[in-house]
């Protein structure tokens, strides 16, 4: 007892153990963090004492746990749209479509809603490919530069829309040998986030680029709000928001930045997230050069 301070694998040591194997999950403290064991104990027999297995399954409940979450997620998320798609059938069926102005506005909602599910089951479906490595890169030459550029042009309206001026700070020589779509669609992501979530009105987005010892670094920082450090850890997974509201009335569907983590790590790059010194957020990705 004073050496094994666990009060479940002490237990597993009584001498008056059935004779079939008993088993258990047990919390362990270590050094490292803490740990989810499972025990299983039987007696020796006439030889005395007990033996003891004991296999680390922390990291299969983690992917449990993550994937419990990942159903409960995608049930609320498709809920909501699909509520709003019946009720407003329904409404419309019961006489509204005889009033023209509520009838515009109830088609409206189940166009708003029906557009959400699409992008929804979309981000889905590119994740699922994804993970189950059905993604092919197509490795070119690449300038950054000009991939910024399209970007930009792609998502001029939105900043206009939003008052956020965009600038593109990537050297025009700065080269990539990687898959173009693939990085347009990282890029796209990234600096359509920094114009949602950032300030309106006035607002900036930088893209930045630099060789680093391994590769290049691209940056794409806001002048927003910033994001609260009990967040950053998490803002890559599937579905995690910031601010649950706001996203939603954004027309995130929660998995942008899930996806983009994929890529990256496609890419063989890793992506991370810091504040901006001056106020605001830093996304980051280091890509190998190719």
Known sequence: VEVIRVPEIVELTRSDLPATVTQDEVNLSTAEGNLIVLLRAAQQGMRGGVVMVLHDITEIKHLEAIRRDFVANVSHELRTPVSVIRANAETLLDGALDDEPAARNFTTAIHRNSERLTMLLSDLLDLARMEAGETILTMTQVSVHNNVDRAFDMLAHAAEKRGVTLHNEVPSDLQLNTDSD?????????????????????????????????????????????????????????????????????????????????????????????????????????????
């Open 182 to 290: 693939t990085l347009d669609q990282v890029l796209l992501n990234l600096i359509g986030n920094g114009i949602k979530y950032g300030r309106s009105i006035g607002g900036q987005v930088w893209v930045r680029g630099l060789m680093i010892s391994d590769g290049i670094r691209i940056e794409i920082a806001d002048d927003g709000p910033g994001i609260e450090l009990h967040h950053r850890d998490r803002v890559f997974e599937r579905f995690y928001r910031v601010d649950p509201g706001r996203s939603r009335d954004m027309g995130g569907t929660g998995l942008g930045l899930a996806i983009v983590k994929h890529l990256v790590d496609l890419m063989g790059g890793t992506i991370g997230i810091e504040p901006r010194q001056e106020g605001g957020t830093v996304f980051w990705a280091e890509l190998p050069k190719g």
